[in-house]
């Protein structure tokens, strides 16, 4: 077995632990309202039991890490499934620091369902060790990425800390209207969480089942001197096409529930890299996570948060708004580090430049400007409470922007990340 495959095997068993770290975490919160004993002695156990799971999901990551950056001859983060394995892992980190701190055994219910999504996330892409291009061969590299992913973590604890400080003040039985709408956005932001678990499930599956359909487009390209020429661009499927790539031709595709052509095609303005592809997987991702989140409306009869919100009764909502506060205060610093100084000077080094408006540099500094205004506003103004909390959720809404929407959609010199 080689040191790749090794690595892969890991990273397969570091993904059971977490699930079975999160089954834990959900004995440990919700099943103690059922239990015969002391509910703080049952969650303490079971509470344990869940931390130690965890910690060894972290440390199989951390090997599986590690040995593919030995395997590989480069460090892993470097492509959309590295680096999104790495957040993962480094969200795992952040979470068990925070865990040690304030021993909340609750948080994990919430930050373990997040590297799972995450790391599912980072599956969908290709997984071989891809060659660094000229401009990624840098030791600033890993100084970069590695911070930045750091501070984002943290970020993402305060999200998950924020999230569960919502659900476990928004009353679900108020029928005013300001309660309605606190209902609503609690709620929309579960149907967001759906949509994204839609979309690995339902690229998984199709993947299963070797779905694909190919087309071609012709494309004209002006060069240097002026002259104008057609290109033929190939697109390749592996989702069913509602959308097709604009002014392209069906190559080959496969029936999909009497479907045997596309819908419709892409509008003429979406015309940038695998816009037809893109969109039509935007559209399948919301199918299947309105599929899903019908499902579970249906087996439990209620809203989502209205299932959720009994099983954080007994939970001190100042302890989440603390734990949210803190996280992002350890991962301010650490990302701007990571997120603005380093990538200044590695862009200098890589481009001659330390800042040229690039996509991903503006929406980092959005992400930048947008948590030095909720800790302003946190420290100067005295916002606590409901309104840090969605602050807090929405600042990690910016985070995945930058980390995929940036990536996968805007080209840009970052553009290399997401092949």
């Not at 994990?108 to 996330?121: K, S």
């Not at 595709?253 to 940038?272: I, R, S, V, Y």
Request: charged share 15%; hydrophobic share 55%; aromatic share 16%.
């Amino acid at each position: 077995m080689s040191l790749l495959d090794f690595s892969s095997d890991v990273f397969l068993a570091a993904f059971f632990l977490y699930c079975f770290a999160f089954l834990f975490y959900m004995i440990a919160i919700a099943g103690k309202q059922w239990s015969n004993r002391d509910p703080q002695k049952h969650e303490k156990k079971w509470g344990k039991i869940a931390f130690i799971v965890s910690s060894l999901g972290l440390t199989a990551h951390l090997t599986f890490f590690f040995t593919r950056w030995i395997g590989g001859g480069q460090i892993p983060t470097s492509n959309m499934y590295e680096f999104m394995t790495f957040l993962g892992m480094a969200i795992m980190i952040a979470y068990t620091i925070v865990y040690l701190i304030y021993r909340k055994p609750l948080l994990g219910m919430f930050a373990l369902p997040l590297t799972v999504i995450i790391i599912g996330y980072a599956s969908v892409f290709p997984q071989e060790v891809q060659p660094l291009i000229p401009a990624l061969d840098s030791i600033w590299l890993k100084v970069h990425v590695t911070t930045a992913a750091l501070g984002e973590a943290f970020f993402a604890v305060g999200f998950a800390a924020g999230l569960m400080y919502l659900l476990r003040v928004t009353d679900y039985n108020d029928k005013s209207k300001q309660a309605r709408r606190a209902q609503f956005w609690v709620e929309f932001t579960l149907y967001s969480i759906t949509v994204i678990v839609g979309f690995i499930i339902v690229v998984f599956a199709f993947r299963a089942v070797g779905y694909e359909a190919d087309f071609t487009r012709e494309k004209a390209v002006v060069d240097a001197k002026g002259v104008v020429q057609t290109t033929v661009e190939e697109e390749h499927y592996t989702l069913p096409p509602i959308v097709k790539p604009y002014n392209s031709e069906v190559v080959a595709m496969q029936p999909f529930l009497g479907m045997e052509k596309p819908l419709f095609q892409a509008p003429d303005w979406m015309n940038g890299v695998s816009a037809g592809r893109k969109l039509n997987t935007v559209i399948w991702s919301i199918i299947a996570g309105t599929i899903l989140y019908g499902l579970l409306r249906l087996a439990f009869r209620r809203r989502l948060g209205a299932v959720i919100h009994p099983v954080m009764d007994g939970i001190d909502p100042d302890d989440l708004d603390e734990i949210s506060y803190r996280a992002i205060a350890i991962g301010f610093p650490i990302f701007t580090l990571g997120a603005l100084i380093f990538a200044m000077i590695w862009a200098e080094i890589a481009w001659g430049r330390f800042w040229g408006w690039d996509p991903k540099e503006v929406w980092a500094l959005i992400t930048w400007l947008f948590y030095s205004a909720y800790l302003h506003f946190r420290l100067s103004r005295g916002w606590q409470g409901r309104p840090s909390a969605w602050l807090a959720v929405i600042g990690f809404v910016i985070v995945l922007f930058t980390l995929i929407g940036v990536n996968l959609i805007i080209a840009g010199l970052h553009s290399y990340a997401g092949v």
